[in-house]
């Protein structure tokens, strides 16, 4: 499994019984569950960041449908067929994505960060091979170079963590949303609607360079008004609409919905 790092004084964590320990006397219990919380206080800026609850249950409860396998598809065609070095899921959420991830680069090789409790406690339950952490992507508590691998989904790029934990060749997977996407949706909720896609490169620098981009596209047709309001908390929108716009999505059950992704690949140099 990737080696730990105390978050506290950087040493090395040795899983002792159900404890995490460090050589300073730092200990980090992991929960009943089998996830490890390392964030520390002082790195967080409120009681419970990222995703809470009734975010994380919307998320699982859309990903299930399978609407997103077309996305999940094509990220594992970029992925090796089996295990080749430790790797990273940064951002994880509930680990719908990483637990297929985990199928063809190897669970015990794997780790999964988010900075919601909520999330890593359900992600889990999915794959108790696992490492799950609790933790900040600007703090990733893995040690300098010792990822062959980290892939980022519809989070915040940390462009220097994530360059300190792979190694030189490692391979960095981002996947965004293009322009396009959930067009019906935005369409519905704003008078307004900007095009606007997410391009990882703005981000990097040049201890990364560019392999490759794909584009993914297809529609389903969201089969009832709860599918589309778990859709609409898994995104921004669920924060900037205005309440009466959210109150009509309904009307799009049984209409058809685009999802339009990008997938870009980037070489650690």
Same mark, same amino acid.
């Given at each position: 499994m990737p080696e730990l790092k105390c978050p506290s004084c950087e040493q090395p964590l040795q899983l002792n019984g159900n404890a995490w320990l460090c050589t300073n006397g730092?200990?980090?219990?992991?929960?009943?569950?089998?996830?490890?919380?390392?964030?520390?206080?002082?790195?967080?800026? @409120?009681?419970?960041?990222?995703?809470? !609850?009734?975010?994380?249950? &919307?998320?699982?409860?859309? =990903?299930?449908?399978?609407?997103?396998?077309?996305?999940?598809?094509? =990220? =594992?065609?970029?992925?090796? @067929?089996q295990p080749d070095g430790d790797w990273l899921d940064l951002g994880c959420g509930e680990g719908w994505y990483t637990e297929q991830f985990a199928r063809q680069l190897g669970s015990a090789q794997?780790? #999964?960060?988010?900075? @919601?409790?909520? $999330?890593?406690? @359900? /992600?889990?339950?999915?794959? !108790?091979?696992?490492?799950?952490?609790? /933790?900040s992507g600007a703090r990733l508590p893995l040690f300098d170079a010792s990822l062959s691998r980290v892939i980022v989904l519809f989070t915040r790029l940390?462009?220097?963590?994530? /360059?300190?934990?792979?190694?030189? %060749? #490692?391979? =960095?997977?981002?996947? #965004?949303? %293009? $322009?396009s996407h959930l067009m019906p949706l935005r369409e519905a909720l704003y008078e307004d609607v900007r095009q606007s896609g997410f391009d990882a490169s703005k981000f990097l620098d040049d201890r990364f360079c560019a392999i490759d981009e794909k584009v993914i596209q297809f529609d389903w047709q969201p089969q009832s008004e709860q599918e589309l309001h778990n859709l609409l908390t898994m995104t921004p929108h669920h924060?900037?609409?205005?309440?009466?716009? !959210? &109150?009509?999505?309904g009307k799009l059950t049984g209409a058809t919905m685009n999802a339009h992704f990008v997938i870009q690949r980037f070489r650690k140099q």
């Amino acid at each position: 499994m990737p080696e730990l790092k105390c978050p506290s004084c950087e040493q090395p964590l040795q899983l002792n019984g159900n404890a995490w320990l460090c050589t300073n006397g730092h200990r980090f219990d992991r929960a009943r569950r089998g996830y490890t919380n390392l964030l520390l206080a002082q790195h967080r800026r @409120s009681r419970s960041p990222g995703d809470d !609850k009734a975010m994380v249950r &919307a998320r699982t409860e859309f =990903l299930q449908l399978g609407r997103y396998q077309p996305l999940a598809d094509a =990220l =594992l065609k970029d992925l090796p @067929s089996q295990p080749d070095g430790d790797w990273l899921d940064l951002g994880c959420g509930e680990g719908w994505y990483t637990e297929q991830f985990a199928r063809q680069l190897g669970s015990a090789q794997g780790a #999964g960060v988010d900075i @919601s409790k909520f $999330a890593v406690d @359900s /992600a889990a339950k999915r794959d !108790k091979t696992l490492t799950w952490l609790v /933790a900040s992507g600007a703090r990733l508590p893995l040690f300098d170079a010792s990822l062959s691998r980290v892939i980022v989904l519809f989070t915040r790029l940390f462009t220097d963590d994530i /360059a300190r934990v792979l190694r030189p %060749g #490692g391979e =960095l997977i981002v996947a #965004g949303t %293009g $322009a396009s996407h959930l067009m019906p949706l935005r369409e519905a909720l704003y008078e307004d609607v900007r095009q606007s896609g997410f391009d990882a490169s703005k981000f990097l620098d040049d201890r990364f360079c560019a392999i490759d981009e794909k584009v993914i596209q297809f529609d389903w047709q969201p089969q009832s008004e709860q599918e589309l309001h778990n859709l609409l908390t898994m995104t921004p929108h669920h924060w900037r609409a205005k309440p009466s716009a !959210k &109150a009509e999505i309904g009307k799009l059950t049984g209409a058809t919905m685009n999802a339009h992704f990008v997938i870009q690949r980037f070489r650690k140099q």
